[in-house]
């Protein structure tokens, strides 16, 4: 079925080309011209009735589809959405009937048995609280297919968001008038937190009992320093035990401090009072992994398996390890300390949710999300080692909650802001050029200083590609358009 749109259009400038089109194919969805299922004009044929060229044309179906009025199959073309997907025109529910909501497909990249187990939970929860939504998992093993999109995509790689530019992601704040009152925590207007992952000590009590080195009770950066030197020291000199591996990334050392080096990186111009402290930040921060040269990055899994067959008393990892210990050793499990960076506060990684804008079930996806950031799905990522999106989730025994003495019971450990890189250019910048320079500083002995300033020289020559690579893109597109 291919209605036509009206030939005969008022003669206004091709600024207008867009509005025009996009208001002609809506109220003919709204008043019952264009039909669910309708196959919309070729985007040549929208060029000719419109009189405009095919960027207006590409913008404005573009806005269709992020309203939900219209989707796109590949290489097929453009089609009116079901009724129910335009919240205008929807007309209620007869009253002796139900709603009936389509499935939706959630890809995730956690699929450990124990990851699988836990999102089998969550989805049995949902059945229960909501009789209207139907989700199934997909569980990445393959590469993603561009012609049958996901609606919904766990990140599960905390740090490689270049992955969310593998779908064209939606605008979910664009669905709240006021997202805080909603109950809905945002990273980006496309990305939303699941739950956040940290810098965390794992140790076993037995073996710093049989060896009598102290339990960790440390609740600063200074105090921590201090019990990781007293404990290195006596590790060192061991005759059966070694020094303790990491799989930690040093940037992470840095708290809050990280996100001002990154805005200073990419600034043009930075006070240079500044460089002066974050100098001091980062000595601190790979100060001891320098002296005992801990775990290059390669030798991680190696320490994690020396940690678990008890020949060092502990191991500096990610929270996400939890469920990796728990598949390995089921017989014996570590405990868990924090990890606090230079600024006192405990590191976080955001573990994004987004949404694609190609999905048919945009209202079922948000709904989606919105469960699992509600407070049952929170705790039960916290009883599995995760850190939920707010601290009350945590619970008591969690290990982000530590006796507070001078308040009399429990007090919540101070995180930082999450790690999120909101662009691809902030992703390399943090990652592939800074990041290594402090790798550089803790296993080849550069120092900070050196550090630093090759990360500002190579960040702004990175820049200035980029921007390059983009200006001949424009060019080339809008030759392609306008020739």
């Keep these: 079925m291919n209605t036509e749109l009206p030939n005969e259009i008022p003669a206004l400038n091709k600024d207008a080309a867009g509005a025009r ?17 309708t196959k919309l004009q070729s985007e040549k044929a929208l060029t000719r009735i419109y009189g405009c060229n095919v960027y207006h044309v590409r913008q404005a179906l573009q806005q269709l589809k992020e309203s939900g009025l219209i ?40 699929n450990s048995p124990a990851q699988r187990q836990l999102w ?90 049989k060896e009598r080195l102290p339990l960790p009770e440390y609740r600063d ?77 390669k030798q991680a899994n190696a320490n994690i398996h020396a940690f678990l067959a008890g020949k060092t008393p502990f191991f500096l ?27 006192d506060s405990c590191s976080t990684v955001a573990v994004p949710l ?10 079922e996806s948000i709904r989606f999300l919105q469960f699992l950031q509600s407070e049952s799905p929170q705790r039960h990522l916290a009883e599995q080692g995760m850190i939920p999106l707010h601290p009350e989730f945590c619970g008591a025994g969690h290990y982000l909650v530590q006796t507070d003495a001078a308040a009399g019971g429990l007090a919540a450990v101070q995180r930082a802001r999450p790690l999120f890189f909101q662009t691809p250019e902030e992703h390399y910048i943090g990652l592939n050029i800074f990041n290594i320079e402090l790798w550089e500083c803790i296993l080849n002995g550069r120092s900070v200083r050196a550090a630093l300033n090759n990360s500002r020289c190579f960040a702004q020559a990175y820049l200035h590609l980029q921007l390059d690579r983009q200006t001949m893109n424009e060019r080339q597109e809008s030759m392609r358009l306008y020739n």
């Excluded at 290489?75 to 209620?92: N, R």
């Excluded at 987004?354 to 209202?363: A, C, L, N, T, Y």
């Design 354 to 363: 987004v949404v694609s804008r190609e999905s048919r079930q945009v209202i």
């Design 21 to 37: 089109i996009v208001r002609a194919i809506r109220d003919g969805i709204r008043n019952g011209v264009l039909q669910s299922g």
């Design 317 to 343: 990892g990610f929270s996400s390890d939890i469920i990796q210990f728990r598949q390995l050793y089921s017989e014996w499990q570590p405990e868990i300390y924090p990890y606090f960076s230079v600024d």
């Design 120 to 209: 089998k939970q969550l989805l049995d929860e949902l059945s229960d609280r909501n009789h209207f939504l139907q989700v199934t998992m997909d569980y990445e093993t393959a590469e993603l297919d561009r012609d049958g999109l996901p609606d919904v995509r766990e990140c599960s790689s905390p740090l490689a968001l270049y992955q969310q530019s593998e779908m064209p992601l939606l605008n979910v704040r664009n669905f709240f008038v006021d997202a805080a009152a909603a109950g809905m925590e945002f990273l980006s207007d496309c990305a939303l937190p699941f739950y956040y992952s940290g810098n965390v000590l794992f140790y076993n009590r037995e073996l710093l009992a």
């Design 71 to 110: 989707y796109s199959v590949p290489k097929v073309g453009a089609f009116v959405a079901a009724p129910e997907m335009d919240s205008a025109a929807a007309p209620l529910p007869a009253a002796a009937g139900l709603p009936v909501s389509g499935a939706i497909r959630c890809r995730t990249g956690s």
């Design 221 to 297: 950066f200074a105090g921590q320093s201090a019990y990781l030197e007293e404990l290195l020291d006596v590790l060192e000199k061991h005759p059966a035990l070694t020094l303790p591996g990491s799989n930690q990334q040093p940037l992470l050392r840095l708290g809050n401090v990280f996100n001002r080096i990154l805005d200073a990186l990419i600034a043009p111009e930075v006070n240079p009072g500044d460089w002066d402290e974050f100098a001091d930040a980062c000595e601190k921060a790979v100060a001891i992994r320098r002296r005992f040269r801990i775990s290059p990055p």
